[in-house]
């Protein structure tokens, strides 16, 4: 009993030097923009005012910002599969804009299916974007291609193609947005918290949070996909087919992502707009890689973006600078969250 | 057959950039890291030159201040990735994004624009070649007439050979990648070289960038579009050697100016143009895989 309080103890206090670590990092980047700030705005005041508490102002700006994390989060659980996997997906922006457009495509066709066919025009864009990470995954099985680039390449090839297919054979032409027709409005999920754009996807992202986690932790297939992450050669031997964990995370990582786009389609966009889902799929990156590929942590990661992006909105409308600091903000995210040299700061050293 | 000639032109312009490029990635290859960054460093070369030659009214004194921006990039890269213990790839990734942010952010603020600058004051890049040069058939046509950048991206492919290949540097810094115990061994840091190897890479990516905006007078935003990504590729398919470097980038010259060709006399949509770089990158990249991997299996 002695032995399982110190070990729970232990697993507290690592859990906490962890968490002041990455808080350390997220602090340093919100200090940039108060740098960028004050270099950028004739009224850095009133900039740094609408950064910080404009998008928690009023139900409108704190819903939209609650609603741009959930994106975030099927991106973010996505990435956290793979990573798991010891496979890297950098395919997120290729994955959601088709997942999404698929599912715009299915829901129009399927309209007359009721229910059954919002279903499964969901699917369906969630089975296309899976299985377009997948085909990474095979060549990684087959030839050792590495899927962090094919990933990528690919992505970017379909995100031009999908650009193609919404501005020319799927235009909708009585609108002047380039955009396609808009799914039927009985497939649309209903608003949590009007005026604002959140909707019921919240719910079903935190459900899919819970659902990865379960499967991570709780069955057996978890189980190989997390030892084949951890020591391909262990899980080799142990007798894990460590060939499938090479396909099978990336399909459920794309499919992830590819949801996370077909539900902001019926949750927020309606149709499928020219390059709406711009960006998405990096910071669904960014958001697994601050989580540290844990799924419960996926939903803090994704807010704290989700509130750098509504800042940055809010200050753009308000003030006068652009929207793109937070791209400068993500990135210094980026450069410090994987510092071995920051992450041990607060743990001691020669002490395991 | 006569539009042949122009296209091998152009294809002579278009892979000077990613032949830039990739010559710096691949010394940081070389030490053994991924350099992805090599996309954002292109940008910020990009960028930084064509302001600098702006408000200087030199695109002599623009090029090397651009430069020395890309540099100073790169070693920020370096610092965080060798001694914060960074992974090389995750710290690219923030490159390449602040590269993409912060043009954009300092366009907005310098010309309240986040579209298309242009710059008046900029002359068009003076092209090279003498007549009598020019007068030899065909070689003449396709590889007089070019700006300095393409003349100085080969002088410094020679260089890059000699010295990878000539110096006791060279010898280091391939043994970085290869084995870098034995380099510790000798008593010599292999960060030292990492350090180096990046710094090279923001070299020649701030030349790499400042032809593609010094070629147009403007600057645009992410006008790299995927080339720091094709450089990359451009290493492993050239077997990370120089003049596999020339050979590769030289393909994807050739398969650009031919898409820009496609585009105007085919009627195909440009979004599939555009996407046909990144398409020729993954088969190329999955070909590569294959013979590599038959030919481990051979030898083993």
Not at chain 1, 77 to 97: C, K, T
Request: some cysteine; hydrophobic content about 50%.
């Amino acid at each position: 009993m002695a032995r399982e309080k110190k070990l729970a103890r232990k697993t507290i206090r690592t859990f906490v030097r962890e968490g002041a670590a990455i808080l350390l990092i997220l602090t340093i980047a919100l200090v940039w923009v108060i740098i960028l700030s004050l270099l950028l705005s004739k009224t850095p005041a009133k900039t740094l005012g609408y950064f910080f508490l404009g998008p928690l102002q009023n139900t409108y700006y704190f819903g939209n910002m609650l609603n741009g994390s959930i994106p975030l989060i099927f991106g973010g659980l996505g990435v956290s599969l793979a990573m798991r996997s010891g496979n890297f997906n950098l395919g997120g922006e290729g994955q959601i804009y088709s997942g999404a457009l698929v599912t715009t495509l299915c829901a129009i066709s399927l309209a007359p299916l009721g229910i059954v066919g919002a279903f499964l025009a969901l699917v369906l864009g969630a089975l296309v974007a899976g299985a377009l990470a997948g085909v990474s995954g095979f060549l990684r099985m087959q030839w050792n291609t590495s899927e962090l680039i094919t990933s990528f390449l690919l992505s970017n090839a379909v995100v031009l193609v999908v650009n193609h297919l919404i501005s020319g054979p799927f235009l909708d032409p009585s609108t002047s947005l380039m955009a396609t027709r808009k799914i039927p409005e009985a497939f649309r999920l209903p608003l949590l918290l009007p005026p604002s754009n959140l909707s019921m996807a919240l719910p079903i992202a935190i459900l899919a949070v819970v659902v990865v986690q379960l499967y991570l932790y709780k069955t057996k297939s978890g189980y190989e996909l997390r030892m084949t992450g951890l020591n391909p050669f262990f899980a080799k031997y142990g007798g894990i087919d460590t060939r499938r964990y090479m396909v099978l995370p990336m399909v459920l990582s794309g499919a992830l992502y590819g949801l996370g786009g077909g539900l902001a389609i019926y949750g927020t966009y309606y149709a499928s707009i020219k390059e709406f889902s711009s960006g998405m799929g990096w910071n669904g990156l960014a958001v697994a890689l601050i989580a540290k590929s844990k799924p419960t942590a996926v939903i803090p990661a994704a807010l704290f973006f989700a509130y750098i992006e509504a800042g940055a909105r809010s200050a753009m409308l308000h003030s006068d600078v652009t929207f793109e600091i937070a791209a400068i903000v993500q990135s210094i995210v980026f450069f410090l969250i994987s510092s071995e040299v920051l992450l041990n700061l607060f743990t001691k050293r020669g002490k395991q | 057959m006569q539009f042949t000639i122009p296209i091998l032109h152009s294809a002579v312009t278009i892979m000077t950039p990613l032949l830039l490029a990739s010559m710096g990635g691949l010394f940081t290859e070389l030490t053994g890291m991924l350099n992805i960054a090599l996309e954002g460093l292109l940008l910020m070369g990009a960028f930084s030159s064509v302001i600098c030659s702006h408000y200087t009214g030199s695109m002599v004194v623009g090029t090397l201040l651009g430069i020395a921006c890309t540099m100073g990039l790169s070693a920020i890269l370096a610092v965080v990735t060798l001694n914060l213990k960074s992974n090389v790839f995750i710290t690219g990734l923030a490159v390449n994004l602040l590269s993409a942010g912060l043009t954009v952010v300092l366009c907005f603020s310098l010309f309240g624009n986040k579209g298309v600058v242009v710059f008046d004051n900029i002359p068009s890049l003076p092209l090279l070649g003498t007549p009598s040069l020019a007068r030899i058939p065909i070689l003449g046509d396709i590889f007089i007439g070019h700006s300095a950048f393409v003349y100085l991206s080969w002088l410094l492919l020679g260089i890059c050979y000699y010295t990878l290949y000539g110096t006791p540097f060279g010898f280091r810094f391939r043994a970085t990648g290869l084995h870098q115990e034995a380099l510790s061994a000798l008593g010599l840091s292999p960060n030292r070289y990492k350090f180096f190897a990046f710094l090279i890479s923001g070299f020649t990516c701030g030349l790499g960038g400042a032809m593609l905006t010094l070629n147009l007078g403007a600057f645009v935003p992410n006008i790299t579009a995927g080339k720091g990504w094709i450089a990359l590729v451009i290493i492993f398919l050239g077997n990370k050697k120089p003049l596999g470097l020339l050979l590769a980038a030289l393909v994807f010259g050739l398969a650009d100016a031919f898409s820009n060709y496609a585009q105007g006399a085919l009627q195909v949509p440009s979004d599939f143009i555009l996407a046909l770089p990144y398409l020729l990158t993954l088969l190329a990249m999955v070909g590569s895989s294959i013979y590599a991997k038959k030919k481990g299996a051979i030898e083993s």
